[in-house]
């Protein structure tokens, strides 16, 4: 089983809707979640820490995190073409090391 | 501010080259990373600082070789590297190692190995 699964993309949808990114991760322990977006041939970039149970919201992204299902996602309101990129879930996990999933490739069309 | 910076933005260097990275933070952090990254992969974590001390080396070639001269300063020297070392080298700080501290990247060095 791999430490950190994302769901398999690439995921495509209408602008304006709500786009839907799942991460699945291993180790119990894990202490603080992380979603990056990467635009192609760009740096991986911060957009959403998780630390508790629940919801966090920052404008159009929410995260939420729940980690007796060892569970969290990113769900983007009101998608843009500009959000179009590849989002990366990353686990903090017991040992300290930041792990990361696949990516999701997501495509935003007009 | 959470400005990571890296210079150079591309590198090409020959197998029989020595180059170095280099990577800083003005935020305080006192640990501070590097990663590889192939094309359509997540970052491979490569080594971690923490207050200025080699705390993880993930079983990388000793032909990249980091270094730590102060609390803001990264780098990672190069030598005899292998095509297949082409990457994207990305350096990353956060406050400290493990806990709930955001870990920020700067935009990275794109290496390409001749």
């Known amino acids: 089983q791999k430490e950190v699964e994302q769901n398999s993309g690439p995921l495509s949808v209408p602008e304006g809707a709500i786009a839907s990114l799942n991460c699945t991760y291993s180790?119990?322990?894990?202490?603080?979640f992380f979603w990056y977006r990467q635009y192609s041939g760009k740096s991986p970039e911060l957009i959403m820490s998780i630390y508790s149970n629940g919801d966090k919201e920052d404008g159009r992204f929410t995260a939420q995190l729940n980690k007796a299902s060892q569970y969290v996602s990113l769900l983007i309101r009101d998608s843009q073409p500009s959000d179009s990129a590849t989002y990366l879930c990353?686990?903090?996990?017991?040992?300290?090391?930041?792990?990361f999933g696949q990516g999701t490739i997501l495509t935003v069309h007009p | 501010d959470t400005e990571v910076t890296q210079t150079p933005k591309h590198l090409v260097m020959g197998m029989t080259n020595k180059k170095s990275l280099k990577c800083e933070q003005h935020?305080?952090?006192?640990?501070m990373y590097w990663y590889k990254q192939k094309a359509k992969k997540p970052p491979e974590l490569m080594f971690v600082y923490s207050y200025e001390k080699l705390s993880i080396n993930e079983s990388v070639p000793s032909r990249f070789s980091p270094e730590c001269p102060n609390s803001s300063l990264l780098n990672l020297h190069l030598h005899a590297l292998q095509p297949e070392d082409s990457a994207l080298y990305l350096c990353?700080?956060?406050?400290?190692?493990?806990?709930?501290?955001?870990?920020?990247f700067g935009p990275g060095t794109r290496l390409l190995v001749l």
């Open positions: 990353a686990v903090r996990t017991s040992y300290g090391k930041l792990t």
């Open positions: 935020m305080g952090h006192r640990a």
């Open positions: 180790d119990r322990g894990s202490q603080s």
């Open positions: 990353a700080s956060s406050q400290v190692a493990g806990g709930i501290f955001d870990q920020y």
